[in-house]
Protein backbone atom coordinates (compact mmCIF):
# COMPACT_ATOMS: atom_id res chain seq x y z
CA UNK A 1 0.00 0.00 0.00
CA UNK A 2 0.61 3.74 0.00
CA UNK A 3 3.43 4.53 2.34
CA UNK A 4 3.88 8.97 3.15
CA UNK A 5 6.89 10.42 4.72
CA UNK A 6 6.84 13.68 5.94
CA UNK A 7 9.55 15.99 7.19
CA UNK A 8 10.40 17.84 9.41
CA UNK A 9 8.68 16.45 12.37
CA UNK A 10 9.11 20.53 14.03
CA UNK A 11 9.41 23.43 12.68
CA UNK A 12 10.14 27.05 14.04
CA UNK A 13 10.34 30.26 12.19
CA UNK A 14 10.24 33.82 12.97
CA UNK A 15 6.97 35.35 11.87
CA UNK A 16 7.26 36.67 8.20
CA UNK A 17 9.88 33.79 7.15
CA UNK A 18 9.05 31.30 4.94
CA UNK A 19 8.03 27.87 5.93
CA UNK A 20 8.77 24.45 3.80
CA UNK A 21 7.46 21.41 4.85
CA UNK A 22 8.30 17.82 2.59
CA UNK A 23 6.43 15.12 2.00
CA UNK A 24 7.45 12.05 -0.27
CA UNK A 25 4.96 8.57 -1.15
CA UNK A 26 5.38 5.42 -2.46
CA UNK A 27 2.44 4.33 -5.07
CA UNK A 28 3.65 5.69 -8.29
CA UNK A 29 -0.40 5.62 -8.73
CA UNK A 30 -0.94 8.24 -6.65
CA UNK A 31 -2.85 11.07 -8.03
CA UNK A 32 -4.60 13.30 -5.14
CA UNK A 33 -2.71 15.51 -2.91
CA UNK A 34 -4.39 17.27 0.09
CA UNK A 35 -2.33 19.54 2.66
CA UNK A 36 -4.58 19.76 5.68
CA UNK A 37 -4.21 22.14 8.93
CA UNK A 38 -4.87 20.90 12.50
CA UNK A 39 -5.45 23.15 15.57
CA UNK A 40 -5.37 22.14 18.81
CA UNK A 41 -8.19 20.03 20.06
CA UNK A 42 -9.63 20.83 16.82
CA UNK A 43 -10.63 19.06 13.20
CA UNK A 44 -7.83 19.10 10.71
CA UNK A 45 -9.42 21.50 7.80
CA UNK A 46 -8.29 21.12 4.45
CA UNK A 47 -5.93 24.38 3.35
CA UNK A 48 -4.94 23.36 -0.26
CA UNK A 49 -4.46 20.65 -2.47
CA UNK A 50 -3.44 19.54 -6.03
CA UNK A 51 -3.91 17.06 -8.01
CA UNK A 52 -1.13 15.17 -10.38
CA UNK A 53 -2.06 16.63 -13.53
CA UNK A 54 -0.51 20.12 -12.29
CA UNK A 55 3.27 21.03 -10.95
CA UNK A 56 2.21 23.57 -8.66
CA UNK A 57 -0.75 25.45 -7.29
CA UNK A 58 -1.16 28.63 -4.83
CA UNK A 59 -3.56 30.23 -3.15
CA UNK A 60 -2.37 33.48 -1.42
CA UNK A 61 0.22 32.86 0.71
CA UNK A 62 0.39 29.09 0.67
CA UNK A 63 1.40 27.13 -2.44
CA UNK A 64 2.16 23.26 -2.89
CA UNK A 65 4.47 22.33 -5.80
CA UNK A 66 4.62 18.64 -7.16
CA UNK A 67 7.47 16.34 -8.75
CA UNK A 68 5.55 13.08 -10.30
CA UNK A 69 9.08 11.79 -11.19
CA UNK A 70 10.71 11.82 -7.88
CA UNK A 71 7.40 10.95 -5.78
CA UNK A 72 7.50 14.39 -3.69
CA UNK A 73 5.38 17.04 -2.94
CA UNK A 74 5.80 20.23 -0.71
CA UNK A 75 3.96 22.77 1.00
CA UNK A 76 5.23 26.34 0.78
CA UNK A 77 3.49 28.73 3.99
CA UNK A 78 5.68 32.71 2.67
CA UNK A 79 5.28 35.48 5.30
CA UNK A 80 4.11 33.47 8.21
CA UNK A 81 1.97 34.64 10.86
CA UNK A 82 1.57 33.46 14.62
CA UNK A 83 -2.10 32.31 13.57
CA UNK A 84 -0.15 29.65 11.08
CA UNK A 85 1.08 28.09 14.37
CA UNK A 86 -0.12 24.25 13.96
CA UNK A 87 0.14 20.50 12.66
CA UNK A 88 0.18 20.32 9.43
CA UNK A 89 -0.58 17.09 7.44
CA UNK A 90 0.43 16.04 3.65
CA UNK A 91 -1.77 13.03 2.30
CA UNK A 92 -2.02 11.13 -0.87
CA UNK A 93 -4.75 9.02 -2.74
CA UNK A 94 -5.44 7.60 -5.90
CA UNK A 95 -9.10 7.06 -7.93
CA UNK A 96 -7.97 3.18 -9.28
CA UNK A 97 -7.74 -0.17 -8.13
CA UNK A 98 -7.78 -1.71 -4.62
CA UNK A 99 -6.69 1.52 -2.82
CA UNK A 100 -9.81 3.44 -4.02
CA UNK A 101 -10.79 6.32 -2.00
CA UNK A 102 -8.13 5.22 0.49
CA UNK A 103 -6.00 8.26 1.88
CA UNK A 104 -2.83 7.97 3.67
CA UNK A 105 -1.26 10.57 5.98
CA UNK A 106 1.77 11.80 6.72
CA UNK A 107 2.97 11.58 10.70
CA UNK A 108 2.49 15.45 10.53
CA UNK A 109 4.74 18.65 10.87
CA UNK A 110 4.01 20.85 14.12
CA UNK A 111 4.85 24.09 12.98
CA UNK A 112 5.60 27.63 15.70
CA UNK A 113 5.59 30.98 14.18
CA UNK A 114 7.02 33.15 17.04
CA UNK A 115 5.99 36.74 16.61
CA UNK B 1 -25.75 22.70 7.37
CA UNK B 2 -24.25 20.42 9.49
CA UNK B 3 -21.65 19.03 7.78
CA UNK B 4 -20.04 15.88 9.65
CA UNK B 5 -21.23 15.21 12.86
CA UNK B 6 -19.97 12.81 15.53
CA UNK B 7 -21.56 11.36 18.84
CA UNK B 8 -20.71 11.47 21.40
CA UNK B 9 -17.53 13.76 21.81
CA UNK B 10 -15.92 12.47 24.78
CA UNK B 11 -15.93 8.58 26.31
CA UNK B 12 -14.68 6.69 28.88
CA UNK B 13 -15.07 2.85 28.55
CA UNK B 14 -13.55 -0.27 30.23
CA UNK B 15 -11.64 -2.63 28.77
CA UNK B 16 -14.60 -5.36 27.03
CA UNK B 17 -17.45 -3.05 26.77
CA UNK B 18 -18.52 -2.20 23.42
CA UNK B 19 -19.68 0.82 22.06
CA UNK B 20 -20.73 2.74 18.63
CA UNK B 21 -19.69 5.89 17.54
CA UNK B 22 -22.12 7.62 15.65
CA UNK B 23 -20.99 9.68 12.33
CA UNK B 24 -23.65 11.52 10.22
CA UNK B 25 -23.47 13.94 6.78
CA UNK B 26 -25.61 15.81 5.22
CA UNK B 27 -23.84 17.01 2.42
CA UNK B 28 -24.53 13.21 0.50
CA UNK B 29 -21.84 12.52 0.26
CA UNK B 30 -20.59 9.10 -1.10
CA UNK B 31 -17.18 8.72 0.55
CA UNK B 32 -17.06 8.30 3.90
CA UNK B 33 -13.96 7.45 6.21
CA UNK B 34 -13.10 6.64 10.04
CA UNK B 35 -9.43 7.52 11.27
CA UNK B 36 -7.77 7.36 14.31
CA UNK B 37 -5.27 9.92 15.40
CA UNK B 38 -2.23 9.16 18.12
CA UNK B 39 0.64 11.36 19.42
CA UNK B 40 3.24 11.54 16.59
CA UNK B 41 1.38 9.27 14.49
CA UNK B 42 -0.85 11.25 12.25
CA UNK B 43 -4.37 9.88 11.00
CA UNK B 44 -4.62 6.00 10.62
CA UNK B 45 -7.21 4.84 8.44
CA UNK B 46 -9.42 2.47 10.54
CA UNK B 47 -12.60 1.81 7.40
CA UNK B 48 -13.86 3.54 4.74
CA UNK B 49 -16.89 3.38 2.50
CA UNK B 50 -17.36 3.99 -1.47
CA UNK B 51 -21.34 4.40 -1.00
CA UNK B 52 -24.24 3.01 1.00
CA UNK B 53 -23.85 -0.88 0.97
CA UNK B 54 -19.79 -0.85 0.72
CA UNK B 55 -17.23 -0.68 3.04
CA UNK B 56 -13.51 -1.55 3.09
CA UNK B 57 -10.38 -1.80 5.39
CA UNK B 58 -7.82 0.39 5.96
CA UNK B 59 -4.60 0.59 7.71
CA UNK B 60 -5.66 -0.51 11.31
CA UNK B 61 -9.05 -2.53 11.09
CA UNK B 62 -8.36 -4.91 13.55
CA UNK B 63 -11.05 -4.34 16.47
CA UNK B 64 -13.66 -2.36 14.68
CA UNK B 65 -16.93 -3.04 12.57
CA UNK B 66 -18.36 -0.81 10.44
CA UNK B 67 -21.49 -0.90 8.02
CA UNK B 68 -22.91 1.76 5.31
CA UNK B 69 -26.91 1.22 5.25
CA UNK B 70 -27.58 4.92 4.31
CA UNK B 71 -25.57 7.02 2.15
CA UNK B 72 -25.90 9.77 5.41
CA UNK B 73 -24.65 7.16 8.17
CA UNK B 74 -21.81 5.55 8.65
CA UNK B 75 -20.86 4.05 12.05
CA UNK B 76 -17.79 2.62 13.96
CA UNK B 77 -17.94 -0.15 16.38
CA UNK B 78 -15.59 -1.46 18.67
CA UNK B 79 -16.15 -4.94 19.52
CA UNK B 80 -14.23 -5.54 22.80
CA UNK B 81 -12.31 -2.46 24.08
CA UNK B 82 -8.83 -2.18 24.85
CA UNK B 83 -6.67 0.18 26.12
CA UNK B 84 -4.86 0.48 22.84
CA UNK B 85 -8.06 1.92 21.39
CA UNK B 86 -7.29 5.06 23.35
CA UNK B 87 -7.12 7.72 20.64
CA UNK B 88 -9.05 10.43 19.23
CA UNK B 89 -11.56 9.22 16.28
CA UNK B 90 -12.80 11.09 13.32
CA UNK B 91 -14.45 10.68 10.75
CA UNK B 92 -15.05 12.07 7.30
CA UNK B 93 -16.95 12.51 3.90
CA UNK B 94 -16.29 13.57 0.68
CA UNK B 95 -17.66 13.71 -3.17
CA UNK B 96 -15.49 11.76 -4.14
CA UNK B 97 -11.78 9.49 -4.12
CA UNK B 98 -9.74 13.02 -5.36
CA UNK B 99 -12.09 15.33 -3.38
CA UNK B 100 -11.54 16.89 0.33
CA UNK B 101 -11.99 15.22 2.93
CA UNK B 102 -14.34 17.15 5.68
CA UNK B 103 -13.69 16.52 9.08
CA UNK B 104 -16.14 15.79 12.12
CA UNK B 105 -14.88 17.47 15.71
CA UNK B 106 -13.92 13.79 16.66
CA UNK B 107 -14.96 11.45 19.49
CA UNK B 108 -11.99 11.28 22.42
CA UNK B 109 -11.88 8.31 23.94
CA UNK B 110 -10.65 6.42 26.58
CA UNK B 111 -10.58 2.88 27.45
CA UNK B 112 -9.70 1.94 31.58
Known amino acids: GENVEQHPSTLSVQEGDSAVIKCTYSDSASNYFPWYKQELGKRPQLIID?????GEKKDQRIAVTLNKTAKHFSLHITETQPEDSAVYFCAASHAGGTSYGKLTFGQGTILTVHP | NAGVTQTPKFQVLKTGQSMTLQCAQD?????MSWYRQDPGMGLRLIHY???????DQGEVPNGYNVSRSTTEDFPLRLLSAAPSQTSVYFCASSKGARQPQHFGDGTRLSIL
Open chain 2, 49 to 55: SVGAGIT
Open chain 1, 50 to 54: IRSNV
Open chain 2, 27 to 31: MNHEY
